[in-house]
Every structure is written in C-alpha cells, then in structure tokens.
C-alpha cells in the first residue's frame, strides 16, 4: 500500500513537458477534448462506455482536474492545501496554528483535511485538493499510497512532507526521526536505573510515526543489554481511558514491568490515573513516559516525562517553505526533538 517517499522524484522527473492535460485525457481516451470534458462535468449526458473511457484514462495519466474557473486561475495560488492524519492530536493543531500565520502574514489561506490515517482517504483528499491547484499540497509522513504519488506526476504543485524524515527524501521533509525519540527515552530509563521496560502505543498498525518510536525504543533497550521490552498495541485511537487500560494490562504481567513508555501524553496521563486509582506508586512501581509535551503533563502529581516534539517550528518552515525554492530544495530540515525528565520517571531507589 504505501510506497516511500524517493518515489516522488521520478514521478516529477516525468513532467517534463507540463501537467498532465485534458487535451492528454481525450488524446488518450481516443475521444473529443470537448467530450471528455462533458464526461466529468455532466457524466449523466454521456454513454456509460464514454465515461469508463475517459476515467481509464484519467487513472492511467494521473490528470487532476482543475476546479478553478479560468478566469479565476490567479485565486488558486491563494490557498495551501494541508492533510493531517488527526485532528484529536494537539501536537498537529500546533502546527496547524503555525503554518495558518505563516500564511496569513502573506495573504495566503489554508484548506485543511483529516485522513484519519487512513491512505486511501489521504489519497481521495489529495485529489480532491490538487483540483482546486493550490500554492503547494502539504502531507504529513513520508508514506504513501501509490495512488498520490502517480496523482503528482500530472501537476506542477509543489509537494512537501512534515513531521517526518525519510532517509531518501525526494521532496522537501520538514520534521525529526520518530525512531531516535523512541531510543532517547529508551536510554533515559535505563539511565534512572530501570531494567525492564515496556512500550504500549495506540493506532500503530496505521500510524507509522508511533511505530518508528517503539522500534526504536525496543532497539535500543536490547543494544543497552536489556530485556526485550513488552509492547502493548491499543486498537483504538489514543484516549485517557485506552491508558489506563494499557497500564491495568502491563501492572498484570510478568515479570513486573518497571518503566512503560506510551505513544502519547494522553495514554501516559491514562496510566497514571490507573495507577493512582489502585494506589501504586509512580515512579516507585512504574515509570512512565510519554510523547508531546501537553501542557497538562507537567501540572500533574507527579508531573509526567515526556517529548516534546517541534510542532510550531514545523508549521513555521513549512510556511516559509512555500514560497522559497531554495529551501524546498534542501530536501530535509531535521529539526530535532527535547526529551523533557519530569517526576514520573526519577531515578530508580
């Protein structure tokens, strides 16, 4: 399903004569550009036959159509297009913020989508953005479907990736390695003097960024010579309550887990409910660590380690990024990350 990011490169590279056209589609489609117009704006005028011809060959050239009237062509180049895989996650409202006033400071707009990490979805509301030929088409991570790289060989909006680094990026990614802050707080626990370790991460067959961070996280415990750390998965997206069910699992295994590290803030603020609620004490019988520095996590007792990842930063790049080649050219902007030791991960006694 998903297909790395370098990919992009010769989908581009393949442009060289322009994005792809209607005049391409009926050329294609064997049919007059006139028809294979009416074919997208009035299919119910056309015979069945006609119609598959032409969405054959829509499919096979990649063709966006353009939703903009010709004689409002310019307004296109007024609006970003952004797809964001989550809008309960604060950490992308962050950027979202940032890269809005980015924009606004030079009278662009910004169109936002929420794929619910689902790649079909994404692929579907990059078409339906591309039609409407932003400035630039902004995705999140650097996989992705097939169906969105062939939709950029057919236009010349330019594409970038945030929140993520692919080690052969082909487009510009603005972002940090997910797979190095699951290793930092790996060595941050066994540093405070935990052993055994666990990762417990919501989503993760879908959210590739959660995956990287407990893969990391699990390489480096076994590179530090410890146990194989436990991985509990959680199905569903990341809620207070789908915490304290992943803590109420790892307090029941064996042997006793010491220090548990979760996806997000809002699995960790979970956990440490359940353990309040069953009188355990943090970091005393558990440590535990999240990811996004949410504000509440440093008010709670006792206050929550976390991650703090560079969302605003992002969101800024990205809008600077829109309106200069050059830095769009750099290909990767590794902006880093701060791993923030609080009170639920203290030094084992």
């Keep these: 399903m998903a297909r790395h990011s370098a990919q992009i490169a010769g989908a581009k590279g393949r442009r060289s ?12 489609a064997g049919v007059a550009t006139m028809s294979a117009s009416r074919a997208l704006r009035m299919p119910g005028e056309v015979s069945p036959e006609l119609r598959r011809r032409v969405q054959r ?18 307004a296109a180049n007024d609006m970003v297009g ?11 409202s962050a950027t979202l913020e940032a890269l809005a006033r980015e924009l606004e400071s030079r009278g662009v707009g910004l169109l936002v989508a929420n794929s619910g990490y689902d790649a079909r979805k994404e692929s579907d509301l990059a078409y339906a953005l591309l039609s409407w030929r932003p400035r630039a088409l902004v995705l999140t991570g650097v996989d992705h479907s097939a169906k969105v790289l062939h939709l950029m060989r057919g236009v010349s909006t330019p594409l970038i990736e ?6 052969r990026p082909a487009t510009l990614n603005i972002g940090f390695s997910h797979r190095e802050v699951g290793k930092a707080v790996a060595r941050h626990f066994a540093s405070a003097g935990y052993r055994k370790l666990a990762f417990a991460g919501a ?9 990287q961070r407990c893969a990391g996280f699990v390489a480096e415990a076994l590179r530090l010579g410890l146990q194989r750390p ?18 109420a699992e790892l307090l029941r295994g064996t042997p006793a887990v010491q220090a548990a590290a979760f996806s997000n803030d809002v699995l960790a603020l979970g956990a440490l409910f359940e353990c309040q609620a069953r009188g355990i004490a943090v970091p005393g019988r558990l440590a535990l660590a999240g990811f996004g520095d949410l504000d509440v996590v440093a008010q709670t007792v006792p206050s929550i380690t976390s991650v703090a990842p560079p969302s605003a930063e992002i969101g800024r790049l ?4 829109v309106f200069d080649k050059q830095l ?3 290909r990767a902007i590794d902006l880093g990350f701060h791993l923030i030791a609080r009170a639920s991960s203290a030094p084992r006694r």
């Excluded at 829509?58 to 310019?74: H, K, M, P, S, T």
């Design 82 to 92: 952004v797809i964001v895989p989550s809008m309960h996650n604060a950490f992308f």
């Design 318 to 321: 990205v809008g600077q990024a």
């Design 57 to 74: 060959a829509i499919e096979q050239l990649g063709y966006v159509r353009n939703r903009v009237a010709g004689g409002l062509a310019g």
């Design 230 to 247: 436990r991985v509990v998965e959680i199905e569903q997206r990341a809620e207070v309550g789908r915490g304290r069910e992943a803590a």
């Design 17 to 28: 004569a322009g994005h792809v056209t209607l005049a391409d589609v009926a050329r294609l």
């Design 162 to 167: 945030m929140w993520d680094l692919s080690p």
């Design 203 to 211: 989503n993760m067959q879908l959210d590739r960024r959660a995956r």
């Design 328 to 330: 769009r050219d750099r």
